[in-house]
Antibody, heavy 122, light 113 residues
C-alpha cells in the first residue's frame, strides 16, 4: 500500500524557515516524480513544486521560486521542501503527492499524503 | 499559465439524480502524442486529501464507482455523477497536467438537495 506521510509543519514567523518532509513507502520511490501541493484551509489547491526521480530536475511555481527548494533522499525514500523567507500567504496545508509513472510519467496525482500545516504569523 | 475555470461554484442535487460539473481551460490541454487530454478530476471530502477520480479526461481511476464519468476535449470538460449518493458530498476539482505550473480549478462544492 502506498503511503505518504508529511511532517515538519508548524508555526513560524514571517521571514523564517521551515523544512517539510514526506516519508514514502509501499512503492519504488526511485521511479517516481514527486510533487508538493498546498491548500489554504477552506480554499483551493495550488501546485508548488516537482522533482524528477533522480533529483536532477526541479520546477517551481512563480510564487515560491527562489524561496523554496525541493529535494529528495532516495536512499531513505524521503521528499523534502525547504521553505525560506516565509510569508503570511504561504500559510497552508502542504501535501506531498505521487504521480503516475509507467513507460512515461504524467503529472496526475494518484496518491496524496494527509498534509502538514504551515502557519506563518507573528 | 493555464487558467482552469469550473462552473458552477456550488451545486445541490437530489439523491439519485445526475450531477454535472464543468471545467474550462484557457488553452487546449490536448496531448498530441496520444491524442488524449491532460485533464484530471479529484474529489475532496471534508478533512481529507484529494482523491483522484478521473485522468486523461475520461479514464476512471481504479476503485472509482462507475457512476463517475468524465468527458470533453480541448478546452471544455465535464464530470458527471450519474446517480448521486450521499457519500458523494464533497468538493470537486479539475486539474490540468499539460504544462507547468500545473493548475486546478477553483472547486465545485456538491451538496444534497
Amino acid at each position: 500500500e502506498v503511503q505518504l506521510v508529511e511532517s515538519g509543519g508548524g508555526l513560524v514567523q514571517p521571514g523564517g524557515s521551515l523544512r517539510l518532509s514526506c516519508a514514502a513507502s509501499g512503492f519504488t520511490f526511485t521511479r517516481f516524480w514527486m510533487h508538493w501541493v498546498r491548500q489554504v484551509p477552506g480554499k483551493g489547491l495550488m501546485w508548488v513544486s516537482r522533482i524528477n526521480a533522480d533529483g536532477s530536475t526541479t520546477t517551481y511555481a512563480d510564487s515560491v521560486k527562489g524561496r523554496f527548494t525541493i529535494s529528495r533522499d532516495n536512499a531513505n525514500n524521503t521528499l523534502y521542501l525547504q521553505m525560506n523567507s516565509l510569508r503570511a500567504e504561504d500559510t497552508a496545508l502542504y501535501y506531498c503527492a505521487r504521480t503516475y509513472c509507467g513507460d512515461n510519467c504524467f503529472a496526475y496525482f494518484q496518491h496524496w499524503g494527509q498534509g502538514t500545516l504551515v502557519t506563518v504569523s507573528s | 499559465d493555464i487558467v482552469m475555470t469550473q462552473s458552477p461554484d456550488s451545486l445541490a442535487v437530489s439523491l439519485g439524480e445526475r450531477a454535472t460539473i464543468n471545467c474550462k481551460s484557457s488553452q487546449s490541454v490536448l496531448y498530441s502524442s496520444n491524442n488524449n487530454n491532460k485533464l484530471a478530476w479529484y474529489q475532496q471530502k471534508r478533512g481529507q486529501p484529494p482523491r483522484l477520480l478521473i485522468y486523461w479526461a475520461s479514464t476512471r481511476e481504479s476503485g472509482v464507482p462507475d457512476r463517475f464519468s468524465g468527458s470533453g476535449s480541448g478546452t471544455d470538460f465535464t464530470l458527471t455523477i450519474s446517480s448521486l449518493q450521499a457519500e458523494d458530498v464533497a468538493v470537486y476539482y479539475c486539474h490540468q497536467y499539460y504544462s507547468t505550473p500545473f493548475t486546478f480549478g477553483q472547486g465545485t462544492k456538491l451538496e444534497i438537495k
